[in-house]
């Protein structure tokens, strides 16, 4: 089993930064890539972006590049989602998810981002 904590949502003005952390426990050693989902309100869920074991990064959308930034403590088990330049159509439950074979087999409870206009 794993197990995913996100941290680090809240509310922030528009233009404004947060940096979201996903604790990884458990059997970290099967993870074989970590991402990050969002779900706006009334909205589907969304891929914002992945990091693999090897680093290799991946994103959504290629807009996204220029705000947001994955990165990964691999001494530490923990993900960043480094969110730049933040606005109102990003606010979103943002979630943690683990994949430890080729599917996203594992999730977090999520946290709250609202971005104020």
């Known amino acids: 089993q794993v197990q995913l904590v996100e941290s680090g949502g809240g509310l922030v003005q528009a233009g404004g930064s947060l940096r979201l952390s996903c604790s990884v426990s458990?059997?970290?050693?099967?993870?074989?890539?970590t991402g990050w989902f969002r779900r706006a309100p009334g909205k589907e869920r969304e891929f914002v972006a992945s990091?693999?074991?090897?680093?290799?990064?991946?994103y959504g959308q290629d807009s996204w590049k220029g705000r947001f930034s994955i990165s990964r403590d691999a001494a530490k088990n923990t993900v960043y989602l480094q969110m730049n330049n933040l606005k109102p159509e990003d606010t979103a439950v943002y979630y943690c998810?683990?994949?430890?074979?080729?599917?996203?087999?594992?999730w977090g409870k999520g946290t709250q981002v609202t971005v104020s206009s």
């Open positions: 458990g059997r970290t050693f099967s993870v074989a890539v």
């Open positions: 998810a683990a994949s430890t074979n080729s599917v996203w087999n594992y």
């Open positions: 990091i693999s074991r090897s680093g290799g990064t991946t």
